[in-house]
Each structure stands twice: as C-alpha cells, then as structure tokens.
C-alpha cells in the first residue's frame, strides 16, 4: 500500500532523469560549453543604472526591493578569554574590530578580504546579527534607516562557508522547502514555483533538480554543486542583501569559476552581495568590483574600487613610499597581502590603517557612508507585521514533508530506528514482567534501574552510531534555519522525533 502511494526505497546518490542526461550531452556535443575561467564570468556592471536594468530583463517573478548597508566606527569586543588573562594582560576587553566603517550597495560586488585574523568573518556576522555574544558599537543602517536584526533577517541571506543541507532530499526540494519557510504568505504554490525554476535557471542548477543532495565527500553533488546549492537556497528567499563567507574556498579554478559566475549572476540581478574570500586568483579577483581590505587586528587599510585589471588599488598601494611595485602576472591579490603585512609595516616604519585614514579614499567613504545614511525621500522603514513569514500551520506542514521525504529515502536509518525500539520494548518488558507480583509490596529493587539505565544508553549508543552524521547534518540544517529566523524552536525538535 504505501510502495503504491510513496516513492519507493531507491540507493542513497545522486539521480539525474535521462531527458536531462540527454539534453546535457546534446549540449555538450555542439561546442556549446566553452572553457575556461574567462568566459565562466560575466562582465561587470558599470553603474547603478545598468544594474537596474538588468534586473529588469532578467523578468524575476518576485520583485525585491534594493537594499545598502552602511556601518560607521564599528567596534566588536568580547569579554577578555582567561587563557590571555593569565599571561598579564590587565583589560577586561579582547577587541576584535576597531572603528570599521564602510558601505554595501545594490548591484556591486565587493570583496572582503585580509590575512587571517583581520576579522573578516566578524565583521560580515556582526553586520548579518549573527553575533550573539560579545558588545557591538557604532551605526548600523539600512537604506539610510536604524538596522532592525528583526526586519533586517527577512531581506538578508547569509551563505555559509560549510554547506549544510539535508543528504536525502533533491535539490528541487531543498529549494522548495527554503521558500516555503522563507517567501511571504501571499505567494501561492504557482508562483513560488515559477520564482524556484528562476533561480534554479540563475544559479544553473537545472540540470541537477531531481538529483539527491547527499553526503559530503561520500556520494551525491560534488563540493561546487553544493556551493551553488547553498547559493540558491538563500536566493530563493528573494533577499536583497547576501553575505558569503568564502564561497570559492576548497574548490579548484574551474569550479571556482563555475561558483563565481553564479555569485556575478546574482549581483547583476541588482542585489547587494558581500563575500569574504581567500587567495582568489587573477580572473576571480577581478570578477569583483569593490574591495574591503583588512589587517590583523580588525582595522581597514583599503576600501574602495578595484579598476580595471584592478588598476586603483594598484596605483594606491605603489604611492605609499617603500611599496615594491607589482612585478608584470602577478596576481594583485597575493601581491595586495604581501605589501601590507605587519612584517612589512614594521620594515616600513608605517602604519597602513592611519596611512588610509590620512587619504582622499578615506574623506570619499565617509562621505558616501554619511549620504547613504540618510533615508531616500518617499522611502519607509522596514516593517513586517507578523515575526515570522509562515504562520505556524505551515511551518509545522513545510517541515513535516520535509522529515517524510528525509526518512522515507533512508530505510538503513528507518530500519535501526524500528529494531532499536522493538529491542527495547522486549527488553524493559523482559525486566518488568509480572515484576509486581513477586516483589514485597510491589517495591522494584534500585539495581534493577541501574540495570536498565545501562542496557537502554549501551544499545542507543551502538545502534545509533552509523547513522549520526545523517542526523547532525539535519540538526545542522534546522538550526541554520532557525538562525534565518524563519521557523519556531519548537520546531528545532522535529529531528530528533
């Protein structure tokens, strides 16, 4: 009855339907896949105006409204770790971010980038209100009104570097069940189909929407697919500002390539769009059109654009006295870092964060971030009247689908769930049976909990060991989700029932 009604058991990997398959050799049979990081990125737009036409083409089916962010002397301190304390340092304080100031806007691409340490992660969290520990100071606005963490997560995404999906739903599902959480009430089924084959279309997932997400490193989509997964499951939600952290990490420069097409597809839709990235090569670097240049320490020693064949920030760093120039192919990026370590700050005599503070870029930044604080005339404030996108009938029914699908396509997990209640069972009615009649007045010794306190936590232990990546992964995913603040807690509970 049920094999009659449900999707029967099929083997956990990736599945592709044979019209697809022979579409994609067709394809590839007539030259029409090209190679290659150069053709893998599309230009870059010049302008705001270019941006908001081509997010008119583009013909979305859900209009979003454009967003910048703005912070002003930003500064992040934690509570300073005892481990520190112990070697004499007297401050209460660890500060990780000192006096930040930038802007993210609509349509351009920037690059946050340092060596480590610099506190590009921090930033990019405290912008997305992920820090939930630590003092946070200074302005923060959006489109030039106060940042409300409440409003600003329905019009932000925040893709992680880790790739946490669910292994046994498809790619069509997965986008899917993040709309129907994510995406306003008002969109019906029709619609947020429409909107879900678009992005499947931006991010070039179509070839793969029947195929099973998978394991990581064991079967189903490769680590770029996944990256372009995590990519869509945030577009999906139709946000219109997205932070990356390092989307091209621990890929070759093909698939980076691939990933950064992607991420240029999105900014061109007229989102804004922050990633922090690690040793980009020359192609990919110059696939961005602004960058955030850090130092250790949490302080910014370059903000503004990169030019052509990343031009003004070669030209910036070349007229600080003592600068070596770029040698002709050298990567600007590695070059960039190389120049302004702290190694070569005290080679130097320099201080690269008062050398930018000192600067004609400086005065501009300040005085962009000042013009963009302010509200644009006939503007409103973000407002939502409801905390959540979906009430909570549809949360519970989105994540219910969701866990059918997740169990009914594992029957290993299904199975040792079965045997290990059906153990149990025996076992405790084993221990307990006609128990009352034979001890005095019905009394049960203590040992005999003992007894089965120990069996129960040994059998749970060794039954449920092979499936436990499985089930981090889906706590991973729920959380997640819950960080988007789009799900109740309680139902942080449907994976482990």
């Known amino acids: 009855m049920a094999l009659a009604y449900l999707k029967p058991f099929e083997k956990i990997q990736a599945v592709i339907s044979e019209e697809l398959e022979e579409k994609e050799q067709a394809e590839s049979s007539s030259g029409e896949v090209q190679d290659d990081t150069k053709t893998s990125i599309s230009s870059k737009s010049s302008s705001m105006d270019e941006v908001t036409t081509g997010n008119k083409k583009k013909g979305m089916v859900l209009p979003f409204e454009p967003h910048s962010i703005t912070f002003d002397d930003i500064i992040y301190s934690v509570d300073m770790p005892q481990e520190i304390k112990e070697q004499g340092v007297n401050e209460d304080k660890l500060v990780l971010l000192k006096g930040v100031s930038g802007s993210f806007r609509p349509g351009v691409l920037t690059a946050l980038m340092g060596v480590s340490g610099a506190g590009k992660t921090t930033l990019m969290d405290v912008l997305a209100g992920r820090k939930t520990s630590g003092y946070i100071e200074g302005n923060i606005t959006v489109s030039g009104f106060p940042k409300k963490q409440e409003t600003f997560a329905r019009v932000s995404g925040y893709c992680e570097q880790n790739d946490i999906h669910s292994p046994h739903v498809t790619v069509c599902e997965s986008l899917l069940y993040s709309a129907w959480l994510r995406l306003p009430e008002k969109v019906n089924a029709e619609t947020r189909k429409m909107f879900i084959d678009e992005v499947m279309d931006l991010v070039e997932l179509n070839p793969l929407r029947q195929a099973q997400v998978g394991l990581p490193g064991v079967n189903g989509l490769s680590t770029e697919q996944r990256k372009r997964l995590t990519i869509a ?139 963009l604080s302010k509200p644009a005339p006939g503007s409103k404030e973000l407002y939502f009247p409801t905390q959540f996108s979906q009430p909570f009938l549809t949360q519970c029914a989105a994540c219910l689908w969701k866990q059918r699908w997740s169990y009914w396509r594992n029957p290993a997990y299904t199975a040792v769930r079965l045997l290990f209640t059906t153990v149990i069972a025996l076992m405790f009615g084993t221990l307990f049976w006609d128990l009352g009649t034979k001890t005095k007045k019905g009394k049960i010794w203590p040992m005999q909990w003992v007894q089965c306190m120990l069996l129960f936590f040994s059998l749970a232990s060794k039954m449920l060991h092979p499936c436990s990546p499985w089930w981090l992964l889906k706590g991973q995913s729920f959380i997640e989700k819950k960080l988007l603040e789009c799900i109740l807690p309680c139902h942080m509970q449907l994976p482990r029932s």
């Not at 990235?277 to 130092?295: R, V, W």
């Not at 006295?321 to 770029?326: E, L, M, T, Y």
């Not at 370590?341 to 503070?357: M, N, P, R, S, W």
């Open 233 to 371: 499951v945030e577009l999906v939600a139709n946000p219109s500002i997205i932070f990356m952290d390092e989307p091209t990490s621990g890929l070759d420069a093909r698939a980076a390539a691939i990933v950064m097409r992607t991420v240029r597809n999105t900014v061109d839709t007229g989102r804004t769009v922050v990633c922090t990235i690690h040793q980009p090569s020359i192609d990919i670097f110059e696939a961005f059109d602004e960058l955030f240049l850090m130092k250790r320490g949490g302080q910014e020693i370059y903000v503004g654009p990169l030019g052509y064949h990343s031009k003004h920030l070669i030209d910036y760093f070349e007229g600080i006295q003592g600068v070596s120039k770029i040698k002709d192919g050298y990567n600007p990026a590695t070059w960039m870092l190389e120049v302004s370590t702290t190694a070569q700050e005290l080679a130097l005599g320099v201080d690269f964060a008062d050398i930018y503070k000192k600067s004609e870029l400086y005065k501009r930044n300040k005085t962009l971030i000042k013009d």
